[in-house]
Every structure is written in structure tokens, then in C-alpha cells.
């Protein structure tokens, strides 16, 4: 029997109900039935981090007031392992073998009045054309008009860095002349040399103006972790963040006060 005779409807036309009932699936039980993930005795960073909402609409979004940066990143990229890793909370934001698991905008409390927006992954082939185009227009809309946004953490795979959907969303982060701070995941993958490549090419390309600054990062290995802790914190504080041409000594940029720091 289907509560309260409600049909679900397929594709765009979830209801909000449905929809966030899809998204809390990628969550642990605990996380979906509390709305906190447990506590482990080394999770410091953000102890009273909690789920708050998901929107497949601008309608969805929470009360536009605080402060939140959000997370952008192609699909297979590591935007769920670095968005664990940074808040310190393993099964904050679900990982998934398959690419494209994050479908709505996912809005998360880490202390009152400042929250972290997981977005929808994008360069996916296997979503269909149709949700493609809901995307855009629903991620054109938040960029537009979200006040509370402080700027945007872009996940790229420091292999395959600056794709053109890469690109398409550095253009977008940046369109209210708001902070980007791109992330080079899976350095651990990489020999030193070749990481430092991937982050130099990273560097040079984007039309900066100040805005988009750049660090090497490994949720595996723990290297540029904290680093990237403290750019989301700055952007949170509405702080530009620092860095030096010559970019990180090490692949991760770890203890390398420029780069994130």
C-alpha cells in the first residue's frame, strides 16, 4: 500500500518527498534516520556536522541565510572521498563505484549558520540529455541567485585535469567574481614528478584574476587535507586564499603553507 495513495513518478518529475527519500539512500541508516553521522573518538574537525536537506529544485532550497560553499567536481573525480576526508566523517557523503550517484543538490551543516553543498556530478554519459539539461538550469539558477554562497571547491582528477566540463563549471563558480579553489585529487596515484605537471598545468590555465587558486590532494594518503580544510574554512570567512606561483614541493602540497594555507 502506497502512503497516503501518492504515486511515484519516474525522471524529473520526482516528487520533493521522493526525491530526497533517493538522496538519503546514499547515506548511512544512522545519517538518514538521525540526520548525524556516529561519532569516532578522532572526529574533530566538524563534530556537530549533520544532513540537512536535499533540493531537485530552486523551490528545495533551505532558507537562503549563513553562509555555504559549494563542491562541484566530475563525475569519478573523488568529490565524495574529499568531501569525507576534509570534514573528517567517512560516510558523510556516500561513495559509489558508479559514477553519477549524486543526483540533487546536497545540503549539509557543519556549524550553525555554515554549510557545504555537495552538487550533482557532471560529465556523466549515461544520464540522459533531459536531466543533463534539468542540471544546468537548476545549477545556473543556484550560482545566480544563492546569496549565502561563498564561493565553490572544484574536484578535478589531477590526470585529466581542465576537461571541458571542468572548464564549463570554472566559468560558472566564478560568474558573481565569487572564490574558487580547485582540488587535484588522487595525487597519491602519481609519481612526484608527474603530479607536480598536473598542477602546474592546472595553474597556468585558468584566467585567474585572483579568484581560482589550486593545491594537490590525496583522500587516500591524507596529503593536502588539512590544507584544504583551511581553504574551505577562509571561504566560509569570505577570505581570499593565499598561494605561490613555484605550487607544492611534495605531490600533495602538504605543509606547504602556500598552496591552501
Given at each position: ?14 516528487s520533493c518527498s521522493a526525491a530526497c527519500r533517493a538522496s538519503r539512500k546514499l547515506y548511512t541508516k544512522a545519517f538518514a ?101 534539468h542540471w544546468g538550469t537548476l545549477l545556473t539558477g543556484y550560482f545566480g541567485k544563492r546569496e549565502s ?113
Amino acid at each position: 500500500q502506497k502512503p497516503n495513495g501518492r504515486r511515484r513518478r519516474k525522471g524529473l518529475g520526482l516528487s520533493c518527498s521522493a526525491a530526497c527519500r533517493a538522496s538519503r539512500k546514499l547515506y548511512t541508516k544512522a545519517f538518514a534516520r538521525h540526520g548525524r553521522v556516529p561519532r569516532t573518538a578522532n572526529m574533530a574537525a566538524y563534530p556537530e556536522v549533520r544532513f540537512l536537506t536535499s533540493a531537485n529544485k530552486l523551490g528545495q532550497l533551505p532558507q537562503d541565510t549563513g553562509v555555504e560553499v559549494a563542491v562541484a567536481g566530475r563525475s569519478n573525480a573523488g568529490k565524495s572521498s574529499a568531501i569525507n576526508a576534509v570534514t573528517q566523517r567517512k560516510g558523510l557523503a556516500r561513495t559509489s563505484k558508479s559514477p553519477g550517484a549524486t543526483r540533487l543538490l546536497n545540503f549539509f551543516e557543519l556549524q550553525a549558520g555554515r554549510r557545504l553543498v555537495d552538487l550533482p556530478g557532471y560529465g556523466f554519459a549515461k544520464v540522459a540529455g533531459a536531466m543533463r539539461a534539468h542540471w544546468g538550469t537548476l545549477l545556473t539558477g543556484y550560482f545566480g541567485k544563492r546569496e549565502s554562497l561563498r564561493g565553490t571547491i572544484v574536484v578535478m582528477d589531477v590526470r585529466h585535469p581542465l576537461t571541458d566540463h571542468d572548464q564549463d563549471m570554472l566559468k560558472l563558480a566564478t560568474s558573481r567574481d565569487l572564490p574558487v579553489h580547485i582540488l587535484l585529487t588522487k595525487a597519491d596515484k602519481l609519481g612526484r614528478g608527474a603530479a607536480r605537471e598536473g598542477f602546474e598545468i592546472t595553474y597556468l590555465r585558468p584566467a585567474k584574476d585572483g579568484l581560482v587558486t589550486v593545491q594537490l590532494f590525496s583522500a587516500h594518503s591524507g596529503d593536502g587535507v588539512q590544507e584544504a580544510r583551511g581553504a574551505l574554512e577562509r571561504l566560509l570567512d569570505g577570505k581570499r586564499i593565499k598561494e605561490t606561483p613555484a605550487g607544492p614541493v611534495d605531490p600533495a602540497g602538504a605543509n606547504q603553507p602556500g598552496i591552501g594555507g
